[in-house]
């Protein structure tokens, strides 16, 4: 059965610290890798992920895919009050796409 | 726990025609479902939110004659694309929120192509 799981299910920060969120899975004919920001309505796209030790940077964001270990990472740097989300990830395999439960994030001042 | 199922998973369909996709909350109550339509760069664009037992709400630039979406039950959601054209052609996901202001749980989606 495809899933998608993702820890920690939640995660409570200072601002100005770095976290780490992961993502394994396990899919019949893996597509990609996705990650997403949840806040209000839809999931904000942030990374495709296709190709296993490639790094994926976009401002203190980044994230890394392995395809040997079925996992990726999402990594977040100096983190800000914003960042407070939840945090999507998700698998495309054939015509499915599987997300996991997602990391609430919350981000002290 | 807490699962979407989302049927179809694929669907090919002649212009003109309508389709229903289907999202079934399996083993939690779901009155809050939410519909998604996702773009080829892969962000998702909500097209409305579906509350059990009363009408939708849906978001701005979203037909609602042509994107009928009924809740009739806490359990069952659907979207029904009614004179489907080719450019309705997408993925569509479905979500519900299992825990109140907290978590999503998300259907596999459902590829319309319409021809």
């Known amino acids: 059965e495809d899933k998608v799981v993702q820890s920690p299910l939640s995660l409570v920060v200072h601002e100005g610290d770095t976290v780490t969120l992961n993502c394994s899975y396990e899919?019949?004919?893996?597509?990609?890798l996705l990650w997403y920001k949840q806040e209000k309505k839809a999931p904000t796209f942030l990374f495709m992920l296709?190709?296993?030790?490639i790094e994926k940077k976009s401002g203190r964001l980044s994230s890394i895919l392995d395809k040997k270990e079925l996992s990726s990472i999402l990594n977040i740097t100096a983190t800000q009050t914003g960042d407070s989300a939840i945090y999507l990830c998700a698998t495309r395999g054939g015509d499915k796409i599987i997300f996991g439960k997602g990391t609430r994030l919350h981000i002290l001042p | 726990g807490a699962v979407v199922s989302q049927h179809p998973s694929r669907v090919i369909c002649k212009s003109g025609t309508s389709v229903k996709i289907e999202c079934r909350s399996l083993?939690?109550?779901?009155?809050?479902m939410f519909w998604y339509r996702q773009f080829p760069k892969k962000s998702l664009m909500l097209m409305a939110t579906?509350?059990?037992?009363?009408?939708?709400?849906?978001e701005q630039g979203v037909e609602k004659d042509k994107f009928l979406i009924n809740h009739a039950s806490l359990t069952l959601s659907t979207l029904t694309v009614t004179s489907a054209h080719p450019e309705d052609s997408s993925f569509y996901i479905c979500?519900?929120?299992?825990?109140?202001?907290?978590?999503?749980?998300f259907g596999s989606g459902t590829r319309l192509t319409v021809v």
């Open positions: 083993d939690f109550q779901a009155t809050t």
């Open positions: 296709t190709s296993s030790g």
């Open positions: 579906s509350n059990e037992g009363s009408k939708a709400t849906y």
């Open positions: 979500s519900a929120r299992w825990v109140e202001d907290y978590g999503y749980t």
């Open positions: 899919v019949t004919n893996f597509r990609s």
